[in-house]
């Protein structure tokens, strides 16, 4: 397979080495039957992703397959997301929040969505000389399904399957030995500007707080300063300047409580956190530690905050 059309990784930007990796492989036509896109969340893997399935599923690229494949409708790529289990049936991030449900697990990839795969790579591809399965956040995976997928790894046919993760740690050593390895790396800030600047994000640029928090991943930027904005300007002045009295603070956590949705929540703690650090107040981050555990363990809300800030408003009198 010869590559006859501009790369369609012309929109990955900063990941040289999973580019040259993977176009080699399609060059040489030796490409692998399960690959490990490994790397923090908003480096560009699931836009790696999109691209490499071009590649893949076109013999000529033209508009209207780019289109399909953009879409997720062309019939030999199964694009699987995390799912919460609603109403006897499965739907994803996207579906829930539409869907106003609110769920305290976060999603994950079912055994039900790998018997789907299997069923999906049972037939030959229909237009494609190889079926395409991308699994993100394939570190969900609880360890039924991941057993499962293990059984069609060993066998995949003619296919290819691409698992978006973290890190190779973040899944079953037995699936990470079956897979190819793709690095994607926190992007320079050079690199990380030119993705801001083409997303119509050159604002974000401005707020050196929320670039420390994003540690060079365009969409971890993206995603802080869509929750800044989330956050009424007059909450975070009262958290930088902490009220002196325990009325005040015990106040302060209820208006967090009340104002702010628990993902919210947990940015705040982010960028708390970030403030103080630059600030160097270590003695206000046990605090904050203390408080993302509470909350990530589902701890009633506002009495973690309360506990927070009193604390926080006592180490300020240190």
Known sequence: MSLTFPSPFAPLIGQDQAVELLSR???LDRI?????????????????????AELLLAHKLNA???QRIQQGNHPDLLWVEPTYSHSGRLV??????????????QPEIRLAQIREISRFLS????????????????????????NGLLKTLEEPGRATLILLAPSPESL??????????????????????????????????????ILALAQGSPGAAISQWQ????????????????????????????????SLEPEAQLWLLDYLQQIYWQQGKSNRLLPIEAARRYLKQYVQSRLVWEVTLLELGAAVSM
């Open 123 to 146: 037939r030959p591809p229909l237009e494609a000389l190889r079926s395409l399965v991308v699994i993100e956040q394939a570190e969900s995976m609880a360890e039924a399904a991941a």
């Open 92 to 105: 994803n991030a996207a579906e829930a929040a539409e869907l106003g449900i609110k769920r305290r697990a």
């Open 172 to 209: 079953l050593p037995t699936l990470v030995s079956r897979c190819q390895r793709i690095p994607f790396r926190r992007l320079d800030p050079a690199a990380l500007a030119q993705v801001l600047v083409q997303a119509g994000q050159a604002e974000i640029l401005q707020h050196p707080e």
């Open 25 to 27: 492989a399609v060059g």
């Open 64 to 66: 209207g397959l780019r």
């Open 32 to 52: 692998a039957p399960a690959y490990l896109f490994a790397g923090a969340d908003g480096t560009g893997r699931r836009l790696a992703a999109r691209c490499f």
């Open 227 to 258: 929750f800044s904005q989330s956050v009424p300007p007059e909450l975070l002045q009262q958290l930088a300047a902490l009220p002196s009295s325990a009325r005040g603070l015990l106040e302060l956590a209820r208006q967090v409580d009340q």
